[in-house]
């Protein structure tokens, strides 16, 4: 099945490569219009389960803890990918159309990109999705910077993001306090916590947190056994290390054949430790160096480009790409929170591989049509 959706990720690569772009400029309401409308029935879905409403639908199943795909029989589609998608293109044309200049006269259009982006944000985050949630902000971020708008918009943001890590930092050291008060561990918690506390986390998506921080006290009431929340992370390193220089094979990995690196990650979140382990170092190097030829060009797309259109949505698909490389990656060998955020072209994953083509595709046409920009 993921044969097949190579094949037609490559076919709509293709396509949307021959398309100019600017047609992205004028339609790109719709794009945007479609991918809100897919988000809004799992949203649905998920709200009515908090309250306690919830209605099985086989349309929409309930998989891992959250209401993230919609179900077509064969194959089932993750609707935060086609709205990424459409969230890039609305900005970009916003932005494009729109002269950027100090932060007082770029009011209007700072509030018209706010919108955009925090509605398909904020119903993706209810489903609950952290991890495709986390990649709207650094791109949205990116493409008003190099619109050029005033540094005191970004002076601001970056005192906002320190705020909301702070606050979100004494919600987790709270939630300790409260595995500690109740005397339970976290895989012991019924989500005892996130009905009392006033910010909008899972208590799951605190386990995480928490089983990222390195210390022995976390440790004990987070995953006492080792064979909890931190189990992922623990066979993935041992995975990556495993490989050695060369690999053991390809197939011969032991950690994902054998079942230690679970089968519901080993083939999408955890796909990088399968590969370090199975091509080793040299491997592991070879498939970063492709991505970093891949971001590279494209940024090199967006300084060809004629048109600020064009330019903004390369710079976006550039910085797409980085935030899912740079956290999957990260996740795998302790540098990040566990999320789930899957590798660009190898994870698994139908509709991921073809919105990663069409991304793609479209920084091709932003190439192909540089010249005519009429």
């Not at 199943?61 to 077509?72: A, E, K, M, T, V």
């Not at 986390?134 to 918009?153: A, E, I």
């Not at 339970?184 to 998506?205: C, F, H, M, R, V």
């Not at 004629?306 to 956290?327: E, K, N, P, Q, T």
Request: net charge positive; hydrophobic share 50%.
């Amino acid at each position: 099945m993921q044969g097949v959706w190579l094949l037609l990720g490559m076919t709509a690569y293709t396509l949307v490569s021959l398309i100019n772009y600017k047609f992205f400029l004028e339609y790109g309401h719709i794009f945007y219009i479609v991918g809100v409308l897919l988000l809004i029935p799992v949203a649905t879905m998920a709200t009515l389960r908090d309250l306690k409403l919830g209605v099985d639908l086989a349309l929409i199943p309930y998989r891992h803890g959250s209401y993230r795909w919609i179900d077509l029989g064969p194959f089932s589609i993750q609707p935060s990918d086609p709205a990424k998608i459409g969230t890039l293109i609305m900005v970009a044309s916003l932005l494009a159309r729109s002269e950027i200049g100090t932060l007082k006269e770029s009011v209007k259009i700072l509030c018209k990109v706010a919108a955009t982006f925090l509605l398909p944000l904020l119903l993706i985050f209810s489903q609950p999705d952290l991890g495709s949630s986390l990649v709207f902000p650094p791109f949205v971020f990116s493409l008003l910077y190099v619109s050029n708008l005033s540094q005191r918009f970004f002076i601001t943001a970056l005192a906002l993001f320190a705020l909301v890590v702070a606050i979100v930092g004494f919600d987790v050291y709270k939630y300790h306090q409260f595995l500690e008060s109740e005397g339970i561990t976290a895989a012991e918690n019924e989500g005892g916590y996130q009905k009392q506390s006033w910010i909008p986390l899972k208590d799951y998506q605190r386990n995480r947190i928490l089983g990222f921080i390195p210390s022995e006290a976390a440790q004990k009431i987070i995953d006492p056994h080792g064979n909890g929340i931190t189990w992922n992370l623990k066979q993935s390193l041992i995975a990556i290390a495993g490989g050695g220089f060369l690999g053991k094979g390809l197939g011969e990995g032991t950690q994902a054949k054998l079942g230690y690196l679970p089968p519901t990650v080993a083939h999408n979140d955890f796909i990088f430790p399968v590969l370090a382990e199975e091509s080793g170092f040299i491997g592991g190097i070879f498939v970063l160096s492709l991505f970093f030829i891949m971001v590279v060009n494209n940024i090199r797309i967006a300084g060809l480009s004629r048109d600020r259109f064009g330019m903004l949505l390369a710079v976006g698909v550039s910085v797409i790409f980085v935030v899912h490389i740079f956290i999957n990656i990260g996740m795998t060998i302790g540098l990040m929170p566990i999320t789930g955020l899957p590798l660009p072209f190898l994870s698994y994953g139908g509709s991921f591989v073809l919105s990663c083509c069409i991304l793609q595709g479209l920084v091709q046409s932003v190439y192909r049509y540089r010249k005519d920009f009429s």
